[in-house]
């Protein structure tokens, strides 16, 4: 992790100080996913099979999740299926409860506008399987879907490196009510739901993370004509921890690891005024590092962190706001003062107790957050993920009466003849 002291950048050495892996934005990776998707866009199944077959060896396949969930039920440990349904409980009670209300105004007498939420109808999700299969994400994206009443909800994941699908993924599917999920993965998966390729029916909008050839494949797709809506960009992971100088290091170097493991384009970025704290906390880097069964992918991460020394806690959350992390995790005493300062964040983490594997798991929001700096403006998936809002406009005969003179007024003024007339004929026959 290489280390940056934050005053003494100019602006472009603090752009390079938070800029993200390179491997991201590679126009090579790039022109592979165009590639792909032009393949499946053109020729449907047969290009999907061919391509899905040529890099992940498997031709995609329908699997019925009821008896690869039975396997998963044989094999858990008690308190194993017992985690998994603790976690299916708190993310089912979380976005129970932030289902958004519809609404009903009178703005004057007679005129109400009310704004109803409807559900998409049909929508992707995918659940990130190359390195090992999330079933966690498959929770963090059904769950919410279901909540929302999506009409119909077309799962891919991956096939492993035998062309099944994986028990524990086939168990989050069945406790979602999920019955079917396709063994397709990476771009040309994120084409065929964009596109539809044979059995697999295109969809409205795609939602999940994945690698940074699947986050490239949402961009492509949901910038062509007739391509979905996505949910977010939401690619490899990315971590930043505010920590002061009595925070835990062993706690913030566990923490930097555990978004590491991810993927050797994850990112994780620790911010501090404590030079000795963060001497400390890459000393636990160093020596945990190595006992990791992922410490391959951690170590390559790791090249991509940064350590940014600032000059006191208000210019870390400034920093943050700028490199607009996917999970910010404030390590520092008092951190609910520090919470209404930030802006731009996937999701935050305040205090040292909460870990940011918490909210991975089981604190209850979606783990599925946006990347890449796109928190500056979008949200992590939740129920409106999978809604869209519409206006529905009632007017009593009184009110048309007092609002046509106006209504035809603003139209003139808009030269628009035709609106007035319309606004004209409510004065008519009321
Ligand atoms: N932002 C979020 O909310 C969030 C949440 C969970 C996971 N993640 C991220 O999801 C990612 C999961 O990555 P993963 O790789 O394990 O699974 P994945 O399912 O995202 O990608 C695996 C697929 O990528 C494709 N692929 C891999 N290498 C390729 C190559 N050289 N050329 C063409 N296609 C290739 C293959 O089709 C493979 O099946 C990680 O980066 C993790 O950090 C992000
Ligand atoms: N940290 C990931 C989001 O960036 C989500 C995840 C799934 N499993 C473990 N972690
Ligand atoms: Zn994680």
């Known amino acids: 992790m290489n280390t940056y002291e934050w005053n003494a950048l100019d602006g472009r050495g603090r752009r390079e100080a938070l800029a993200r892996p390179e491997q991201r934005g590679d126009a090579r990776l790039t022109a592979a996913v165009e590639e792909v ?63 958004p209300p519809d609404i009903a105004v009178e703005t004057a007498p007679g005129l109400l506008v009310r704004k109803v939420w409807r559900p998409i109808d049909r929508v992707g999700l995918y659940v990130p399987g ?59 998966a994120v084409a065929a739901l964009a596109f539809g390729a044979g059995p697999i029916p295109k969809v409205d909008k795609i939602c999940g993370p994945g690698n940074a050839w699947v986050a490239e494949a949402k961009r492509l797709v949901a910038s062509m004509a007739g391509g979905p809506a996505i949910d977010m960009p939401a690619g490899p992971s990315e971590l930043m921890v505010i920590a002061d100088a009595d925070a835990d290091a062993a706690r913030v170097a566990a923490d930097l690891l555990s978004q590491a493991e991810h993927d050797a384009a994850a990112q994780v970025l620790l911010v501090t005024p404590s030079e000795a704290l963060a001497g400390r906390v890459l000393a636990e880097v160093d020596e945990r590092l190595p006992r990791l069964p992922r410490a391959a992918i951690a170590r390559a991460s790791l090249e991509q962190g940064r350590v940014v020394l600032t000059a006191d806690l208000a210019e870390a959350v400034e920093v943050a706001n700028v490199y607009a992390p996917e999970h910010l995790s ?28 918490f909210g991975d798991y089981l604190g209850g929001s979606s783990h599925v957050l946006p990347t890449d700096g796109a928190a500056r403006a979008w949200s992590g998936v939740g129920v409106y993920t999978f809604l869209k809002a519409m206006s529905v406009l009632s007017v009593s005969p009184e009110a048309a009466r007092r609002i046509s003179a106006p209504a035809a007024l603003l139209a003139r003024l808009e030269a628009l003849e035709a609106h007035a007339l319309a606004a004209d004929a409510r004065l008519e026959r009321v």
């Open 130 to 188: 190359g390195a090992t299969p999330l079933f966690s994400t498959l929770l963090m994206l059904a769950i919410p879907a279901r909540t929302a009443g999506v009409g119909e909800i077309v799962t891919v994941t991956p096939p492993r490196s035998d062309g099944s699908l994986s028990p524990l993924v086939a168990l989050a599917a069945e406790l979602c009510g999920i019955e079917a999920i396709w063994t397709v993965g990476g771009a040309q």
């Open 330 to 357: 404030l390590a520092v005493a008092d951190a609910e003062a520090f919470v209404p300062l930030v802006r731009n964040a996937g999701a935050v983490f305040a205090g040292g107790a909460a870990a940011e594997t």
């Open 37 to 99: 998707v032009a393949a499946v866009r053109e020729r449907g199944w047969d290009g999907l099979s061919a391509v899905a077959q040529q890099i992940d060896g498997w031709e995609p396949c329908p699997v019925e999740v009821a008896p690869v969930a039975a396997v998963a039920r044989r094999t858990l440990a008690p308190e194993q299926l017992a985690a998994i349904e603790l976690a299916v409980r708190n993310i089912r009670t979380f976005h129970e409860a932030s289902r």
